[in-house]
């Protein structure tokens, strides 16, 4: 169930024959709209990291063959996925960040405290670096560290200690045992290993930097009038979005105390959307995972 489809197919403002890129595949719910609405010879580049992801979405876009190119690879190569696809410019571009309901589903990935099973997390299986990595061989201080910076865990410190503790750790119900242990009694609705287990899958699939390095790409593939949505789950990729829109909608980057612009830097953007779209009432009602969903737009110009 795409998060927020009516609201992206409005923004991206596509129209018969249009050219898209969805640099986070998915399922393909995304671009299967995305596809009808470009119909009858819009194309769509679908970028996903997961092998299982890709294959799945083929099947699902499989009545649109001659119109879709599909590729196991990084948003964070992006331009280099375009070129190879021979599709640029485009006339948009949507991130949908985070995990995917499939991703959580299965146990055996390692991304849910729900059920049992490896301390995995990555989304390309590919990669060496998994959880249990970095649960059983980080130092006390780099865990503390990594939990505080990408889960927002005020309690980072005595989470970390109880891990080291602990060790080795296993499976992700053992983790979580581990992780809600370290914790004072809570009123909060989410369970208290949320922003740990979060924690550790930004960091294992280094999804900031990753989008860090995507976001400048587009600004060379995007036409003018073609249009960026990013859909983000938490603040730090709120952030970061956020801030590279407002940088790129601004002629000059100087600090406002220097009297002369030398940074030559010219707005390449015009935000769309001034505060994040939410999901509505009846779309969370129905999908409880597209609560926290945000969505942010802006044009090339």
Known sequence: MPVLLAEVLAALNLRPGAAVI??????????????????????????????VAIQAASGRLARFTGRIAL???????IGEAARDAELAPVDGILF??????????????????????????????????????????????ELADLIARYGEERYA???????????????????AEVVAGAQPPSRERIHPATRTFQALRIAV??????????????????RPGGRLAVISF???????????????ARDCLCPPEQPVCTCGHTAALRIVTRKPIPAGAAEVAANPRARSARLRVAERI
Do not use: C
Request: net charge negative; hydrophobic share 40%; proline share 5%.
């Open 234 to 248: 938490h603040s730090l990729e709120d952030r970061i979005v956020k801030q590279f829109m407002r940088r790129e």
């Open 96 to 141: 949908d960040l985070g995990y995917s309901s499939p991703q959580i589903d299965d146990p055996a990935r390692g991304f849910s405290f729900r059920a049992d099973g490896p301390l995995d997390m990555r989304f390309d299986r590919r990669q060496e670096v998994t959880a249990a990595d970095l649960v059983n061989g980080l130092p006390e201080g």
């Open 71 to 77: 590729a196991q690879a990084s948003y964070a190569s």
């Open 157 to 175: 410190w005595r989470i970390a200690r109880a891990i080291v503790a602990a060790r080795p750790i296993e499976g992700t119900l053992r983790l």
């Open 205 to 222: 699939n280094d999804e900031l930097g990753q989008l860090e390095q995507a976001l400048p790409q587009t600004l060379d593939l995007l």
């Open 22 to 51: 969805d640099a986070t595949l998915g399922a393909g719910g995304h671009a299967e709209a995305i596809l009808e609405r470009t119909a009858p010879d819009g194309r769509l580049l679908g970028l996903d990291r997961d092998a």
